[in-house]
Nanobody, 128 residues
Framework: QVQLVESGGGWVQAGGSLRLTCAAS????????MGWFREAPGKHREFVAA???????????YYADSVKGRFTISRDDVKNMVYLQMDSLKPEDTAYYYC??????????????????WGQGTQVSVSS
């Protein structure tokens, strides 16, 4: 019902920036919570950021403490796209990044199990 395709990953030196894009198709995402997660080597999927759009009380963003002040999530519901602007990247940000769609948000946006659809992911590598 919802197809997600991430792009924008790559290699960057510490302190650099990358912008990830999640292109959604299948249905409008205006009433869907969209999130970004990442998986570092040997670790489980970790919450990064989420944006509830106009649903559930209006626009609101959520961030993991580890990325607050450095990452910015945004969305264009007309284009059905979600973005993750990553600034001041650190080596510990190295991971495979996934875009997720949470159809029925229950306030558990930080947990991967809450999301109904996922993209294929995109690799982000930050060198020292």
């Amino acid at each position: 019902q919802v197809q997600l395709v991430e792009s924008g990953g790559g290699w960057v030196q510490a302190g650099g920036s990358l912008r990830l894009t999640c292109a959604a198709s299948g249905r409008p995402i205006g009433n869907i919570v969209m999130g970004w997660f990442r998986e570092a080597p040997g670790k489980h999927r970790e919450f990064v950021a989420a944006h509830n759009g106009v649903a559930y009380g209006g626009p609101r963003t959520y961030y993991a403490d580890s990325v607050k002040g450095r990452f910015t999530i945004s969305r264009d519901d007309v284009k059905n796209m979600v973005y993750l602007q990553m600034d001041s990247l650190k080596p510990e940000d190295t991971a495979y990044y996934y875009c997720g769609a949470d159809i029925n948000w229950g306030g558990d946006t930080q947990y991967p199990a809450a999301y109904d659809y996922w993209g294929q992911g995109t690799q982000v590598s930050v060198s020292s």
